[in-house]
């Protein structure tokens, strides 16, 4: 690994030189911040991706401690999973967006997705680029979004952004920052390109800071970014080319691109199966010399009919599209030709489409097409399936989007590519995949290319009119239910990153319900029976309600898994006589005069002694005010105690106005609770006990935010003493 520094950076020499202007100056000492975990770090970064790391594209895991075991009062002996690492990005000029970057001591690098505190700060303001921080992952969530493994919070299947208080909760600063400090690693293009291919490379390269060198780039003269995010490619002496994604967020994103051979320096991030260089900041383009622009393009003729025989060039395209009112499109659609000059994304997974732009000529006026298909309006199957330099025919209509930007819009389709056309018996199928191939029997399933074949001909919401055997190995597992439905959502292929078919909510062995949450793992061969569904017109899928036939090479049911992570069940508790009912103000609750209004200690009301715990969870129970009835809120993994005289029945008044988003389970340690079910106006807990403490559901399951975090809004407390 070969690394350069990137930047004597001004801001870290500021209070030098305001020094050198005046010795007698003198200058406030700079307080350098201190975290309380300094000496406690106990895990690397590279440890972290290769304990949590899966295959799949999508997933979440939460992290626990260093270990699970208890000591013999059942009290955990684990400790918390501390990482200490040099923030090396920043969102200060807004190409990076509510990410922050690391580098371990150990050398590789992490993503943590987290939101500012408001829309007017930065995350840089927090942690600025080259401070030195402490990461405490215990109780945040790992995994990858678009294939980009980083650091976050769980939404259903995905991970998705820190709230900034739980982030500061977990990440504190231990110096001021030096941009000096902070290296880059130095990489070319065939390197990291061969680095995709195996999980190894993935692993050590995502996320780096890296600087590229002797490249330049393929449309100079034009804005980063003017109007809309943009990929922007760079290429080496040999053509090999790399992404630089651009935000039209950046300050900068109107700059105009630089001619000449220079250096580029930016973060390697990662979206659906392709890098993307995320610049920090402008003096991410070194070396470039703003002056050697190309020769202006010829300036081409607006010519042909739109048809087939005789297509739009991209100068007649651009001037039928730049006469239509914002967003109008054509009435029917028409035939453009043009060679492809970027690809900005092929998606390969639920839906894919592929955008990219075409040309008449190199530097010329460009249009985009905007999430199209492949020949026939088939799905896109690998990454590289669309090439710059090739030629291209698409048919679709044109649209003026929001009056500014010519493109043909979403739903086109490739009718010619690189010569070849979906007539000739020759059409192109770049990439993993393979031929249709079965009869959709038991003896002859369908793979998943034929699967999809048939699929996609298939008019919206429209099943075939029997059920059908499809056989294929789980890529993907999206959700595997356990409760109520006890059904699963998973995605199969015919090999390694070859086009996924959607088994939607199906069962298991004869229409059982699933057991437990990893009894289908990625890797192992499936054979599924039911209908196929064109969902929308857009998604293929196998239709709910179908159901595995053969696992693994197993035509008959294994022995269930154990659920490492089964759902409570508490035993039912006979009926117990009850008195009058004790009523709880829970807004007299002691907590912070500001926000977030954390509780900062118990409540003794009539008796009985409320205590709240953050526990295991990433946020502090709160008490907020609505309507003038103070309302306590239990974030995911708190814990809420009640001791005093025995109860035999607890009435949880819930706000539902604030709480039916998150809301999710309360689980007794002593007694049992009613059922449990979305809309529900309060919770009723019964048994006979002088102290029971109630824990939150980690993940919202009952609310209109199923997946996230969860919580439980609390506006008021009965609580009814066992009769004597």
Not at 10 to 39: F, K
Not at 261 to 282: K, R
Not at 593 to 606: E, F, I, K
């Amino acid at each position: 690994m070969k690394k350069s520094l990137l930047y004597i950076a001004a801001a870290a020499l500021g209070s030098v030189a305001l020094g050198a202007c005046d010795n007698d100056m003198a200058l406030p000492p700079i307080a350098e911040p201190a975290s309380e975990w300094v000496g406690m770090a106990n895990t690397d970064v590279k440890e972290i991706k290769e304990k949590y790391w899966q295959d799949a594209n999508n997933y979440n895991t939460s992290v626990g401690l260093t270990n699970d075991d208890t000591d013999a009062d059942g009290n955990p002996t684990g400790s918390e999973i501390i990482i200490k690492g040099r923030v090396i990005s920043s969102d200060a000029t807004g190409n990076i967006y509510n990410n922050i970057v690391i580098l371990g001591e150990d050398g590789q690098a992490l993503t943590i997705a987290a939101r500012t505190a408001s829309s007017s700060k930065k995350l840089n303001d927090q942690y600025p680029y080259g401070c030195e921080v402490y990461l405490n992952l215990s109780g945040l969530s790992v995994g990858r979004y678009a294939g980009l493994f980083q650091v976050g919070a769980a939404s259903g299947t995905e991970i998705t952004f820190l709230e900034n208080a739980v982030l500061t909760e977990h990440m504190q600063a231990n110096s001021i920052g030096y941009p000096s400090k902070v290296d880059t690693m130095l990489v070319d293009i065939p390197t990291v390109m061969e680095a995709k291919k195996t999980t190894e490379g993935l692993q050590e390269y995502m996320s780096q800071l890296i600087r590229v060198d002797g490249v330049t780039f393929e449309n100079p003269g034009q804005p980063f970014a003017a109007s809309q995010n943009e990929n922007r490619y760079v290429k080496d002496a040999a053509g090999n080319r790399l992404n630089i994604r651009c935000s039209s967020r950046s300050t900068w994103h109107n700059d105009l691109i630089p001619g000449g051979t220079g250096s580029v320096v930016g973060i390697l991030s990662y979206y659906n199966n392709d890098w993307q260089v995320l610049m920090i900041d402008e003096e991410g383009c070194i070396d470039f010399d703003p002056s050697a622009m190309p020769e202006p393009a010829p300036e081409v003729e607006p010519a042909g009919e739109g048809t087939a025989a005789s297509p739009y060039n991209v100068a007649k395209a651009l001037e039928i599209t730049n006469a239509l009112a914002a967003d109008a499109t054509t009435e029917t659609e028409v035939y453009v030709k043009g060679m492809i000059v970027s690809v900005d994304e092929i998606d390969t997974g639920s839906y894919g489409n592929a955008t990219y732009t075409i040309a008449d000529v190199e530097n010329g006026n460009e249009l985009k097409i905007f999430r199209g298909y492949w020949f026939n309006g088939d799905k896109f199957t690998s990454a590289d399936q669309l090439q710059a330099g090739k030629e291209v025919t698409v048919l679709g209509k044109l649209v003026n989007f929001k009056g500014n930007t010519p493109e043909m819009a979403q739903g086109n389709k490739v009718v010619s590519y690189d010569g070849q056309t979906s007539g000739g018996g020759d059409t192109p199928v770049p990439g993993p995949g393979a031929d249709p191939a079965g009869e959709g029997t038991l003896a002859s399933p369908y793979n998943v290319a034929k699967a999809l074949q048939v699929t996609n001909a298939l008019a919206a919401d429209v099943t075939t009119e029997t059920e059908v055997y499809v056989k294929g190995i789980i890529s993907n597992v999206n959700e595997i239910d356990t409760g109520t439905y006890g059904n699963a959502t998973y995605e199969i292929s015919d090999a390694e990153g070859g086009a996924s078919f959607k088994i939607f909510r199906g069962y298991w062995f004869n229409g059982d319900k699933f057991t437990a949450k990893n009894q289908l793992e990625v890797g192992k061969e499936v054979i599924v029976l039911g209908k196929l569904v064109n969902f929308k017109g857009n998604t293929p899928e196998m239709a709910q309600g179908n159901k595995v036939v053969s696992y693994d090479g197993s035509t008959v049911a294994p022995e269930p898994t154990p659920d490492p992570t089964p759902d409570p069940t508490p035993d039912p508790t006979p009926d117990v006589p009850v008195g009058d009912a004790v009523t709880i103000n829970l807004g007299e609750m002691p907590h912070a005069d500001a926000s977030p209004y954390s509780v900062t200690g118990s409540l003794t009301q009539n008796g009985y002694t409320l205590t709240t715990d953050k526990s295991s969870g990433a946020t502090a129970p709160a008490i907020y005010t609505y309507n003038g009835v103070g309302t306590l809120r239990l974030y995911a993994n708190n814990t809420l105690n009640i001791k005093g005289a025995a109860m035999g029945k607890i009435v949880f008044t819930l706000n539902t106005a604030t709480g039916a988003k998150r809301y999710t389970t309360f689980t007794p340690n002593a007694g049992s609770l009613g059922t449990q079910a979305t809309d529900d106006a309060s919770i009723t807990w019964t048994g006979d006990s002088s102290d029971v403490t109630f824990t939150v559901g980690a993940t919202a399951t009952m609310g209109t935010e199923n997946g996230k975090p969860g919580q439980i809004h609390i506006s008021s407390i009965e609580i009814y003493p066992v009769a004597e």
